[in-house]
C-alpha cells in the first residue's frame, strides 16, 4: 500500500479491506500506533499549520476519509474508486474483527456509548469490547490522563476508537503515545454519534459525489458553516497552488 502526498502528508492510497490489514498489522506492535483518516479539514489545516503538521507527521497510518483527497490522490495516479470513510471504516473492521481481537471506545457521552454498544453487537455478535469511557466535556488534566491511561492499558485492547472535536482528538492521540503499552488508536470523529443511530449519514448518491459536507451543513448550518467555508476553501486553494507551481 503506497502512498501519494497531498498539501504535504503522505495518505496512503488505501481501500477499506487494505486499510483493515494494515491495523491488524499495527495492532501486533508492541507499541501505541496511530490511525487518522484524513478529510479536507485535516490536510488544510496540515498545510496551513506546522505545529499540527508535525502532529499528522506522527500518525502510523494516514487515510483518504474525503471524495475530495480521492481525487486528489488518483489526479496523481492512484486509482482509487472509493473513499476510506472513517465510521464506515470503524464499522467495517468491526464487522470483521471478532473475538479475540479486543476493543476500547473513547469519546463521546455515557448515552451515545450505552447506544453504540447495542448497535455493535447486533453487527458482530462475537464483538469483544473490553471498556467505553466517556471523558469530561472539559479540557483533560493531568490527573484525568492518569486515569484514563491506566483504565485503557488494564483492558489492554488492540484497537482503541477515539472520537473527540475536531483536530483536539488526532493532538490528543499523539500528546499521549507514550502513556500506553500497545493498541491501535483511531481517530473517527463523528462515527460514534452516525453508528449508534443519533444521527444520520448522508445519502450515497451525496457521498459518492463527495456532498457528505452539504448534507451536514444543511443540518447545521450555523454551526458547520463558518468552518466549511474556512477549510473547504483553504484545500482547494493550496491544492490548486500545488498543481500550478508543480506545471510551471
Known sequence: MGSVQVLGTPVACATYDTALQRIKKLAREPRATAVCPSNTHILGEARHNREFARVLARFDLVLPDGMPVVWALNFRGAGLKDRVYGPYFMQHALRNTPKPWRHFFFGDSEACLAELRRVLVQLQPDIEIVGMLSPPFRPFTEADET???D???RADPDFVWVALPGVRMEQWIIDNQARYRRGVFLAVGDAFTLLSGRRSFAPAWMQRMGLTWLYRLSKEPLRLGPRY?????MFVAYW???VLRERT
Open 147 to 149: 486515569a484514563f491511561a
Open 151 to 153: 483504565t485503557i492499558n
Open 229 to 233: 467555508l474556512r477549510y473547504h476553501s
Open 240 to 242: 490548486l497552488w500545488e
